[in-house]
């Protein structure tokens, strides 16, 4: 399966992730610099989402949105050479919130990290007061590992937590089995 992977089932928003070209990239940063995205990413420097779009063990998509596969979003794997077989979803911004468009993309990202890439684990860390992503990845299958206390510096002073969250193939093949992900 090529990494141009639609997202129409499963009752989804329709998305499709293709891969980040240089020329995308000012939208990418346009997106990390947004003040609603901003409290909840550390944004990166152009130099490393470019060297994440050419190093093997990166993949950095441009998450296609709605009818007509605008850009809405963009999202990074890292470790999809890692020889554990444990893959991080590093980063995910969508545009358009509210849309379905992040669940989407989050289920054609666990179908590339398990079925493509073959991860035995998929896993995030997120800032611990980012609820809205919480919930989503929780009701995806994801799983609390645990908290890194004081984890991330905030500009406005003080200190915040990462969560760190999972999925593991086997639970990706019976959520699978229940029809909660997409085919294979």
């Given at each position: 399966?090529?990494?141009?992977?639609?997202?129409?089932s499963?009752?989804?928003a329709?998305?499709?992730?293709?891969?980040?070209?240089?020329?995308?990239?000012?939208?990418?940063?346009?997106?990390?610099?947004d003040?609603?995205n901003l409290?909840?990413?550390?944004?990166?420097?152009?130099?490393?989402h470019?060297?994440?779009?050419?190093?093997?063990?990166?993949?950095?998509?441009?998450?296609?949105?709605?009818?007509?596969?605008?850009p809405?979003?963009?999202l990074?794997l890292i470790g999809?050479?890692?020889?554990?077989?444990?893959?991080?979803?590093?980063?995910?911004?969508?545009?358009?919130?509210?849309?379905g468009f992040?669940?989407?993309?989050?289920?054609v990202?666990?179908?590339?990290?398990?079925?493509?890439?073959?991860?035995?684990?998929?896993?995030?860390?997120?800032?611990?007061?980012?609820?809205?992503?919480?919930?989503l990845?929780?009701?995806?299958?994801?799983?609390?590992?645990?908290?890194?206390?004081?984890?991330?510096?905030?500009?406005?002073?003080?200190?915040?937590?990462?969560?760190?969250?999972?999925?593991l193939?086997?639970?990706?093949t019976?959520?699978?089995?229940?029809a909660?992900?997409?085919?294979a």
């Amino acid at each position: 399966m090529t990494n141009a992977v639609a997202a129409d089932s499963l009752h989804a928003a329709r998305v499709r992730l293709r891969p980040t070209m240089q020329s995308d990239l000012e939208f990418v940063l346009s997106l990390e610099r947004d003040p609603e995205n901003l409290p909840y990413i550390t944004p990166w420097e152009r130099i490393q989402h470019e060297a994440a779009i050419r190093f093997p063990d990166f993949r950095h998509f441009i998450i296609e949105t709605g009818a007509g596969l605008e850009p809405g979003g963009f999202l990074i794997l890292i470790g999809c050479r890692n020889p554990h077989a444990s893959i991080e979803l590093k980063r995910m911004v969508v545009r358009d919130k509210d849309q379905g468009f992040g669940r989407s993309a989050l289920r054609v990202a666990k179908k590339i990290a398990f079925d493509d890439l073959g991860a035995h684990r998929f896993w995030l860390d997120i800032k611990k007061r980012n609820a809205r992503a919480r919930g989503l990845y929780e009701s995806e299958g994801f799983v609390f590992e645990g908290e890194l206390r004081d984890a991330v510096k905030l500009d406005r002073g003080g200190y915040d937590a990462l969560v760190v969250m999972s999925m593991l193939l086997g639970e990706f093949t019976q959520r699978r089995g229940r029809a909660l992900e997409l085919p294979a």
